[in-house]
């Protein structure tokens, strides 16, 4: 099993390197790890509740060049209209540490792609910090 590297906050952090499960919890943040091949996507769906301000933070490891994030938001049915998933937010530039932040205007489910777009040495490794 691969370890990633990555400075958080001045400090060094290690983490085991899983299919997107969280690693870490707390009353302000979770860290979900995973490994991704080049030009692969994974996803992780998360309830979100409004008026809470929550950061997205990426990192990968020294293998990868270019990690990128997609947020959508489930908008449910209504008025016989089948619900669907709506872009709020994307982090595409060509870096390896993608991140931005939403404050929903309602109580629902996010799912944030995440999108391996160069990694040298494959699988490579990722994280993402959800903090509120």
């Not at 290690?14 to 499960?21: K, N, V």
């Not at 707390?26 to 008026?51: F, I, K, M, P, Q």
Request: proline share 5%.
């Amino acid at each position: 099993m691969r370890r990633l590297l990555s400075c958080v906050a001045g400090t060094l952090l290690l983490a085991s390197l899983t299919a997107a499960t969280p690693v870490k919890t707390g009353a302000v943040a979770s860290l979900y790890t995973g490994e991704l091949y080049e030009r692969e996507s994974g996803t992780l769906d998360l309830v979100l509740y409004r008026g809470t301000q929550y950061s997205y933070s990426g990192a990968c490891d020294m293998d990868c060049r270019d990690l990128d994030f997609v947020l959508h938001e489930w908008v449910p049915p209504y008025n016989g209209r089948r619900g669907y998933w709506r872009f709020v937010i994307s982090d595409r530039a060509a870096n390896d540490t993608p991140g931005f932040t939403v404050t929903p205007g309602y109580d629902t489910t996010f799912r944030l792609s995440i999108f391996m777009a160069r990694c040298n040495v494959e699988p490579c490794g990722y994280e993402v910090d959800v903090g509120w």
